[in-house]
């Protein structure tokens, strides 16, 4: 059992893992003040945690499959992702965009494997949303299972794919899921090609997050545990992963396509970064 709250990366943290109850893990971001998805984030934060839950949740869930009458409370689990507890303006900014643009491996090799492991994680993820959740950030909280944002209130905040204002092409990763979670051709035309700024209201009425709360990060947080009490019992039968891994086929068969053509220089890179 890992000792918590757990600071990543060690030394200079930028993600908090803590663990408040048996069948619930929470990952606060806060890289500055707006959680920029970097690269050191996303491996030496993100990826470590995600594994960290994942082990703890895997042997829980082994004892409850042991004798599930004497450990019923066993092999629950949820994770819910925050942008920094102590503001209300940032879920996340989104992408490093300058850095991961000069790694021509960033998308294959960083952040979508992040984006797949999240999809197909083994318990039910929760993105509370706590303020703008722009671009790549946003592709996070499509990848989890549910989305409780802030109703706006107190301040204005967006959900937005603004790529189209700074010229940014999209990874076939983000397209897909996309086209994974939602069906309706002209709200797929708003996010991507218009940039729309999505309003909680507007995310809401559009299916693409499921509540919004009114008040600060601590009461978006606690609705986001709820769901997480809500729906942490699907865990115990093991097949909450295994069933998205089916219902998202396509997007990971997609994922896993690298539609660029050989390039030794990106195999260089790649293999620099690994040995």
């Given at each position: 059992m890992s000792s918590y709250p757990l600071s990543l990366p060690a030394g200079s943290p930028l993600i908090t893992l803590t663990h408040p109850k048996k069948s619930l893990w929470i990952i606060e971001l806060h890289n500055g003040q707006d959680s920029r998805l970097t690269h050191?984030?996303?491996?030496s934060g993100l990826k470590p945690a995600l594994n960290t839950v994942e082990k703890e949740w895997r042997e829980s869930w082994r004892?409850?499959?042991?004798?599930?009458?004497?450990?019923?409370?066993?092999?629950?689990?949820?994770?819910?992702?925050?942008?920094?507890?102590?503001?209300?303006?940032?879920?996340?900014n989104g992408l490093d965009f300058v850095n991961s643009q000069k790694d021509p491996n960033f998308f294959?090799?960083?952040?979508?494997p992040l984006i797949e492991r999240i999809l197909t994680?083994?318990?039910?993820?929760?993105?509370?949303?706590?303020?703008?959740?722009?671009?790549g950030a946003f592709m996070l909280s499509m990848a989890c299972d549910y989305r409780v944002m802030t109703d706006g209130s107190s301040r204005r905040v967006w959900l937005s794919m603004n790529e189209v204002y700074f010229g940014?092409?999209?990874?076939?990763?983000?397209?897909?899921?996309?086209?994974?979670?939602?069906?309706?051709?002209?709200?797929?035309?708003?996010?991507?090609l218009e940039g729309h700024r999505f309003t909680p209201q507007e995310a809401l009425e559009t299916g693409i997050v499921?509540?919004?709360?009114?008040?600060?990060?601590?009461?978006?947080?606690?609705?986001?545990?709820?769901?997480?009490?809500?729906?942490?019992?699907?865990?115990?039968?093991?097949?909450?992963?295994?069933?998205?891994?089916?219902?998202?086929?396509?997007?990971l068969e997609t994922i896993h396509k690298d539609v660029r053509p050989p390039n030794h220089f990106h195999e260089d890179a790649a293999a620099k970064a690994r040995l």
């Open positions: 050191e984030l996303i491996n004892t409850h499959m042991r004798d599930q009458k004497a450990n019923k409370e066993e092999g629950k689990g949820a994770l819910i992702i925050v942008g920094r507890r102590d503001q209300d303006k940032f879920f996340s294959q090799l960083t952040f979508d994680f083994p318990i039910p993820t929760i993105a509370a949303i706590n303020g703008h959740c722009f671009a940014a092409p999209w990874p076939t990763s983000f397209a897909a899921l996309v086209r994974s979670k939602f069906g309706n051709d002209p709200l797929k035309r708003k996010m991507a499921d509540l919004v709360v009114n008040g600060n990060t601590a009461a978006v947080l606690a609705r986001a545990e709820q769901l997480g009490d809500q729906w942490s019992g699907n865990a115990q039968g093991g097949v909450w992963g295994t069933i998205k891994m089916e219902l998202y086929r396509d997007v």
